[in-house]
């Protein structure tokens, strides 16, 4: 039983640019949350999607958006990248009605 | 003010003792909650889960709530070394199931 994929496991992009990250979720799971953690911090929420649509966001800008697919994996972009920007991208999945996340192994994203 | 709040440590404990994690938070609708470890440079994996108060006890570990105080714990018995990391406290409320609040996390030491 696959758990939760991402993809991929480091990246380094310039200010300015433009990132896609992804995610599937583990078998059964048909909600996916997207989390950024600083060094240090604990995991902030980004948003939730299910059934294809973001039913829930965090208190972050407007660069940050995402994408659910039929398939229930998904992708978290962030446009006009800045040096903040630079954490731990964690794509965690859930059913709903059944709690506690499932994580997958992250995205180390470094903004240079 | 914080929705959940955890000391961030370090709590150095020697092998073999018992390690207590506390965590407090401000939402008095929150249901449901949940203790992560994380390695570091690794994703959280979840530990335990407590949904009413009390203690609840899996191996190891023992999760207690007071939700009239909004106080949940985790208590490590015969710690080891390889119990060294750092422990998050997550929760999610009635009305944001699915949506988790974490803490900033406490890191753990277990010294041999």
């Known amino acids: 039983d696959a758990g939760v994929t991402q993809s991929p496991t480091h990246l380094i992009k310039t200010r300015g640019q433009q990132v896609t990250l992804r995610c599937s979720p583990k078998?059964?799971?048909?909600?996916v949350s997207w989390y950024q953690q600083a060094l240090g911090q604990g995991p902030q929420f980004i948003f939730q999607y299910y059934e294809e649509e973001e039913r829930q966001r965090g208190n972050f800008p407007d660069r940050f958006s995402g994408h659910q697919f039929p398939n229930y994996s998904s992708e978290l972009n962030v446009n006009a990248l800045l040096l903040g920007d630079s954490a731990l991208y964690l794509c965690?999945?859930?059913?709903?009605?059944?709690?506690?996340?499932?994580f997958g192994s992250g995205t180390r994203l470094t903004v240079v | 003010q914080k929705e959940v709040e955890q000391n961030s440590g370090p709590l150095s404990v020697p092998e073999g003792a018992i390690a207590s994690l506390n965590c407090t938070y401000s939402?008095?609708?929150?249901?449901?909650f949940f203790w992560y470890r994380q390695y570091s440079g690794k994703s959280p994996e979840l530990i335990m889960s407590i949904y009413s108060n009390g203690d609840k006890e899996d191996g190891r570990f023992t999760a207690q709530l007071n939700k009239a105080s909004q106080y949940v714990s985790l208590l490590i018995r015969d710690s080891q070394p390889s119990d060294s990391a750092t422990y998050l406290c997550?929760?999610?409320?009635?009305?944001?199931?699915?949506?988790?609040?974490f803490g900033s996390g406490t890191k753990l030491n277990v010294k041999p």
């Open positions: 078998s059964g799971h048909d909600t």
């Open positions: 939402d008095r609708v929150s249901q449901s």
């Open positions: 965690a999945s859930s059913s709903r009605g059944e709690g506690g996340y499932t």
């Open positions: 997550a929760v999610t409320s009635t009305y944001n199931f699915n949506k988790f609040y």
